[in-house]
């Protein structure tokens, strides 16, 4: 299971989906339909985790980047907004 709050993601509010894709030989997939791999492959589902994990570290610091421009931007605009009646009034 991935902590996704330790992302600064809501799993219920953000839509959120990962696909990964494995393509190998040696894969020890569980039934013949190779949809799922084995529970006996820790290697591999830890070799996953840490890549997830690599790739929701970098989305929530494009997610932090987004909500701090965008702030900046509120706050640009509101001050444009009553600049010229602060200037007026001084």
């Known amino acids: 299971k991935i902590k996704w709050s330790s992302y600064k ?14 393509v190998s030989t040696k894969i020890p997939f569980k039934g013949t339909s190779k949809e799922y791999i084995g529970e006996d492959a820790t290697e591999i589902h830890d070799a996953v985790r840490s890549c997830l994990q690599h790739c929701c570290s970098q989305l929530r610091a494009h ?23 602060v200037a007026r009034s001084l």
């Open 9 to 22: 993601i809501d799993p219920k509010k953000d839509n959120v989906q990962v696909f990964v894709s494995i």
């Open 63 to 85: 997610l932090a980047r987004r909500d701090m421009d965008r702030k900046h931007k509120d706050r640009r605009s509101i001050l444009l907004k009553y600049a010229p009646d």
